[in-house]
């Protein structure tokens, strides 16, 4: 075996293992279902916390999944936000 195939071998047995990790969407999701899950209670229509007068883009739960989701993969969304 040469080195360049060890080397395949090595990153095809790593990504099996780590692609679910690093897939935002997949935690996204995750993470949402089980915002919308604890916070089942108290949430309006739309997945809100509160009735709004314009529809956000975003939901109440789709915000704090999102954030959840940053802050387990190790993306800091407030610093990314001022720059």
């Known amino acids: 075996m040469h080195n360049t195939d060890i080397q395949y071998i090595r990153s095809v ?5 780590t692609s679910d990790m690093h897939n935002l969407k997949t935690n996204f999701d995750k993470f949402y ?29 789709e915000i ?4 959840v989701t940053g802050e387990s993969i190790g993306i800091v969304i407030e610093a990314q936000a001022s720059i």
């Open 13 to 17: 047995f790593n990504h099996r293992f």
């Open 33 to 61: 279902n089980i915002t919308k899950s604890v916070f089942k209670d108290r949430l309006k229509e739309s997945d809100n916390f509160y009735l709004y007068s314009n529809k956000p883009k975003l939901s109440d739960c």
């Open 64 to 67: 704090i999944a999102l954030s």
